[in-house]
């Protein structure tokens, strides 16, 4: 497919664990988003990359979230010590020149922590 | 940074008649405007756009408003049918290579038969 893709789709975890969530963006795209959607709510900004450096990660809530891009492509955003309050649906997108381009979301991983 | 509000948070409008959703951004450097649709279980997807050398923009029973002086963009939907039934999210970003893209809180729109 040529779309965005997360996975899992799914992750429930226990409180206190690690979690990782994989976003393979569109084929040549070089920037990435990543935004978190608690139930109802908006989209929160977490962090973007251009290629491989992240110019903005102003939006990462603590220093529990970390995320990583490598080789311009594939990028993994890391929850430490999941609290409670890290459920939501956590959303990539990928476009091809960054903010002034469309950007292609992925369908999202539910991230629910138990 | 750059701060989006979104008015309303929900929607409900008899179906054929018009939607409205209207936007403020804080950023007077944002240049570029997208519109997103999302639908349940998805992922938010691009509907239309516009950036701040025009002031309207027209894609059949979509449009979008730009007014740069007040800071304001504004969505309207005329003719509404029950597919548009969606949360619709307004965004701001910098036209250039290197920006975020700073979405509204969204508007739940629903069309009643």
């Known amino acids: 497919g040529a779309g965005v893709s997360q996975s899992p789709s799914n992750k429930v975890t226990e409180k206190g664990k690690d979690v990782e969530l994989r976003c393979d963006p569109i084929s040549g795209h070089t920037a990435l988003y990543w935004y978190r959607q608690s139930l109802g709510q908006g989209l929160e900004f977490l962090i973007y990359f251009q290629g491989n450096s992240a110019p903005d990660k102003s939006g990462l809530p603590s220093d529990r979230f970390s995320a990583e891009r490598t080789g311009g492509s594939v990028s993994t955003l890391t929850i430490q010590r999941t609290q409670q309050e890290d459920s939501a649906v956590y959303l990539c997108?990928?476009?091809?020149?960054?903010?002034?381009?469309?950007?292609?979301f992925g369908q999202g991983t539910r991230l629910t922590v138990v | 940074g750059e701060n989006v509000e979104q008015h309303p948070s929900t929607l409900s409008v008899q179906e054929g008649d018009s939607a409205v959703i209207k936007c403020t951004y804080s950023?007077?450097?944002?240049?570029?405007f997208p519109w997103y649709k999302q639908e349940l279980g998805k992922g938010p997807q691009l509907i239309i756009d516009i950036r701040s050398n025009v002031g309207e923009k027209k894609d059949q029973r979509i449009a979008v408003t730009l007014n740069k002086t007040a800071k304001h963009f504004s969505l309207h939907i005329t003719e509404t049918q029950p597919e548009d039934s969606a949360v619709y999210f307004c965004?701001?970003?910098?036209?250039?290579?290197?920006?975020?893209?700073?979405f509204g809180s969204g508007t739940r729109l629903s069309i009643r038969p």
């Open positions: 965004a701001a970003s910098l036209y250039s290579s290197a920006s975020k893209i700073i």
């Open positions: 997108a990928s476009s091809s020149q960054g903010g002034s381009t469309e950007a292609f």
């Open positions: 950023d007077s450097a944002s240049n570029y």
